[in-house]
């Protein structure tokens, strides 16, 4: 297992636009987000920070928790990365022979589960278009610069379509018909990460804490007799658009177009690909799920912002999630109004909001 984490206790860390890692290390408790009763931990992983707060255990125990999850994350995502060496990378290499060859068996249930997510989503949400986010350029840790790619090399790989539905798996045995799939788990990945961290936490006698990556969470149980109380980023600007009280076990996870892009002639072009149009989703800055289950968050939060203002409802309701909020380019929020009580926002002025029908 690789051991490669920076074990960055009590330090302000930030991921720059070029992935270039800045720690600034900060002397003060307050700064690393401990309240008393909680046990506070941070490190890197998934390429962010990942953050974990434990509610009324002591020291020892959320050490030996958080160790172990650590373990856990590291070891996924050195597995599922869709671009550096690592089993993900190594049957990228071979699905275009259109042989069977083995797998590891720890991509199994991601492939399993990514059709599934893939198939309730009508394929807006696609880890089979690993060729059209590399086209892009965003399979890699540097930012591409621009130009965009050719109309033509779009289409050359929509006409092939790729989908999930093409993967034949036997077994540890995997192939495909279609030599254009190449699979990218980075849609739904730190979901099925954030899931086995909390399942993890729970074999551990563990009921209540919050298992954070860059923003992207799972919450179980409370913060003594309060609800955890967390913040969801303002798509346009630093800070937070708004706070959530979580239910008992709730994970939200947010997909948005400031999080990976690049400007080209005064256009920007974020990592998030419609895989019906080939070009980033358009329309939508920032799409947040609320659910029980952080893998179905993650994809349905990608989903969503493919499927833009005029389908979301329609497709988070066949995807089963639980709620939702969707900013759009000029600031309008749609949400699901089973959110109304416990989401509280922060900015001024208020906000346009626009409630849907109930989602069950
Ligand atoms: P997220 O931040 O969860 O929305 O994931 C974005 C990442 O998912 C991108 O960086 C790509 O690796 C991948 N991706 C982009 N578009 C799609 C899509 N339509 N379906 C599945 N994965 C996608
Ligand atoms: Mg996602």
Same mark, same amino acid.
């Not at 621009?146 to 036997?170: N, R, V, W, Y």
């Not at 358009?282 to 993650?298: C, K, L, M, W």
């Given at each position: 297992?690789?051991?490669?984490?920076?074990?960055?206790?009590?330090?302000?860390?930030?991921?720059?636009?070029?992935?270039?890692?800045?720690?600034?290390?900060?002397?003060?408790?307050?700064?690393?987000?401990?309240?008393?009763?909680?046990?506070?931990?941070?490190?890197?992983?998934?390429?962010?920070?990942?953050?974990?707060?434990?509610?009324?255990?002591?020291?020892?125990?959320?050490?030996?928790? !958080?160790? &172990?999850?650590? $373990?856990?994350?590291?070891?996924?995502?050195?597995?599922?990365? *869709? =671009?550096?060496? +690592?089993?993900?990378?190594?049957?990228?290499?071979?699905?275009?022979?259109?042989?069977?060859?083995?797998?590891?068996?720890?991509?199994?249930?991601?492939?399993?589960?990514?059709?599934?997510?893939?198939?309730?989503?009508?394929?807006?949400?696609?880890?089979?278009?690993?060729?059209?986010?590399?086209?892009?350029?965003?399979?890699?840790?540097?930012?591409?610069?621009?130009?965009?790619?050719?109309?033509?090399?779009?289409?050359?790989?929509?006409?092939?379509?790729?989908?999930?539905?093409?993967?034949?798996?036997?077994?540890?045995?995997?192939?495909?018909?279609?030599?254009?799939?190449?699979?990218?788990?980075?849609?739904?990945?730190?979901?099925?990460?954030?899931?086995?961290?909390?399942?993890?936490?729970?074999?551990?006698?563990?009921?209540?804490?919050? !298992?954070? &990556?860059?923003? $992207?969470?799972?919450?179980?149980?409370?913060?003594?007799?309060? *609800? =955890?109380?967390? +913040?969801?980023?303002?798509?346009?600007?630093?800070?937070?658009?708004?706070?959530?009280?979580?239910?008992?076990?709730?994970?939200?996870?947010?997909?948005?177009?400031?999080?990976?892009?690049?400007?080209?002639?005064?256009?920007?072009?974020?990592?998030?690909?419609?895989?019906?149009?080939?070009?980033?989703?358009?329309?939508?800055?920032?799409?947040?799920?609320?659910?029980?289950?952080?893998?179905?968050?993650?994809?349905?939060?990608?989903?969503?912002?493919?499927?833009?203002?005029?389908?979301?409802?329609?497709?988070?309701?066949?995807?089963?999630?639980?709620?939702?909020?969707?900013?759009?380019?000029?600031?309008?929020?749609?949400?699901?109004?089973?959110?109304?009580?416990?989401?509280?926002?922060?900015?001024?002025?208020?906000?346009?909001?626009?409630?849907?029908?109930?989602?069950?």
């Amino acid at each position: 297992m690789l051991k490669s984490f920076v074990s960055a206790k009590c330090s302000a860390t930030q991921l720059t636009r070029s992935g270039l890692l800045i720690l600034i290390s900060l002397s003060l408790l307050s700064s690393c987000g401990r309240s008393p009763g909680v046990y506070y931990e941070q490190f890197l992983g998934f390429g962010t920070l990942i953050e974990v707060k434990i509610w009324g255990v002591d020291e020892k125990t959320g050490r030996q928790a !958080v160790a &172990a999850i650590t $373990d856990d994350i590291n070891y996924m995502h050195q597995t599922w990365h *869709a =671009w550096k060496p +690592g089993s993900l990378s190594r049957i990228n290499q071979l699905l275009p022979t259109e042989e069977f060859f083995s797998i590891g068996p720890s991509v199994i249930p991601l492939i399993r589960r990514g059709s599934e997510l893939a198939e309730l989503s009508g394929n807006r949400f696609n880890p089979a278009i690993g060729q059209l986010i590399k086209l892009w350029g965003f399979a890699s840790d540097e930012l591409p610069k621009g130009p965009p790619p050719s109309a033509t090399a779009i289409q050359e790989l929509l006409d092939q379509k790729p989908g999930m539905q093409d993967l034949i798996l036997d077994g540890v045995q995997l192939k495909t018909s279609n030599p254009a799939v190449r699979l990218d788990f980075g849609g739904f990945a730190k979901g099925y990460a954030v899931d086995i961290a909390i399942e993890h936490l729970k074999e551990l006698g563990i009921t209540n804490a919050i !298992v954070n &990556a860059g923003g $992207d969470l799972r919450a179980i149980g409370k913060h003594g007799e309060r *609800a =955890w109380r967390v +913040g969801i980023r303002n798509p346009s600007g630093e800070g937070v658009l708004a706070s959530v009280d979580t239910l008992v076990d709730e994970s939200i996870f947010t997909s948005g177009d400031y999080e990976r892009y690049y400007e080209y002639q005064g256009k920007r072009y974020h990592h998030i690909i419609d895989p019906h149009s080939g070009y980033p989703a358009r329309g939508v800055t920032s799409v947040t799920v609320f659910d029980s289950q952080a893998d179905r968050a993650d994809a349905a939060a990608t989903a969503l912002f493919v499927a833009g203002v005029d389908e979301w409802y329609q497709v988070a309701k066949a995807m089963g999630v639980n709620g939702v909020m969707l900013v759009t380019a000029d600031g309008t929020i749609h949400m699901t109004p089973n959110l109304k009580d416990r989401v509280y926002f922060d900015i001024k002025p208020a906000p346009k909001i626009i409630y849907s029908e109930p989602l069950e």
